[in-house]
């Protein structure tokens, strides 16, 4: 079964708006998680660490002070897109490592399709 | 840059064997991941490989050479289902650091 959750999985929002997306970490927890972002016909493109209790870091090129990642528990990392704008849609997918069986893994939640109009 | 090369596309028939590679460079490598990632939705894993050597899981197996920077996933007795698009993942530094992602391989199976 699924290791991550994400919700929403589908965002319809209008621009200048704010959209939360969360990412949780089941029956595991996760000090860090990803956040990435998926165009069209694209590979995935990480957009910033988070680590529990503290600050998120970003990639360069990525507005910290636009996609806001909270990850305050060991099972829960928030992002939000501020001010959406519609070259702000995108697929947004989380990701979660941990060790299994002494083997590192990490699982991707389903993702979250943001769609600013 | 940290680049990872894997060809654009891949056709096969049902039945037949494929074999998707991968090149990384080497320096700072922690491991290689291969995932799956199907239309409109998230990947799903396949395969960590961190040693040399093939790692048979069912219909796929993944090989790894560090010294030469390069993986394969082997896809076995391919289904249609299997058309998906392959994306090989560098593991860099060490635990806790995020993946960096190759640009994928479509692969397209017809009957």
């Known amino acids: 079964g699924a290791v991550v959750s994400q919700h929403p999985s589908w965002v319809i929002c209008k621009s200048g708006t704010s959209v939360k997306i969360e990412c949780r970490s089941l029956?595991?927890?996760?000090?860090?998680m990803f956040w990435y972002r998926q165009f069209p016909k694209q590979s995935l493109m990480l957009m910033a660490t988070?680590?529990?209790?503290?600050?998120?870091?970003?990639e360069q090129g990525v507005e910290k002070d636009k996609f806001l990642i909270n990850h305050a528990s060991l099972t829960l990392s928030t992002l939000t897109v501020t001010s959406a704008h519609p070259e702000d849609s995108s697929f947004y997918i989380c990701?979660?490592?941990?060790?299994?069986?002494?083997?590192?893994?990490?699982?991707f939640g389903p993702g979250t399709r943001l769609l600013v109009l | 840059g940290q680049n990872i090369d894997q060809p654009t596309e891949m056709t096969a028939t049902e039945g037949a064997i494929v074999q998707i590679n991968c090149t990384y460079q080497?320096?700072?490598?922690?491991?290689l991941f291969w995932y799956q990632q199907h239309a409109g939705e998230a990947p799903t894993f396949l395969s960590y490989n961190v040693l040399d050597g093939l790692e048979e899981k069912g219909r796929f197996s993944s090989f790894l050479s560090r010294s030469k920077g390069y993986s394969y996933l082997l896809l076995k007795e391919l289904q249609m289902k299997d058309s998906a698009s392959y994306l090989c993942?560098?593991?860099?530094?060490?635990?806790?650091?995020?993946?960096?992602f190759g640009k994928g391989t479509t692969l397209s199976v017809s009957s």
């Open positions: 029956d595991f927890q996760a000090t860090t």
């Open positions: 080497t320096s700072g490598f922690n491991g």
């Open positions: 990701s979660a490592r941990f060790d299994r069986a002494f083997q590192e893994t990490q699982y």
């Open positions: 988070s680590n529990e209790g503290s600050k998120a870091t970003y």
């Open positions: 993942a560098v593991d860099y530094n060490q635990a806790g650091t995020a993946l960096i």
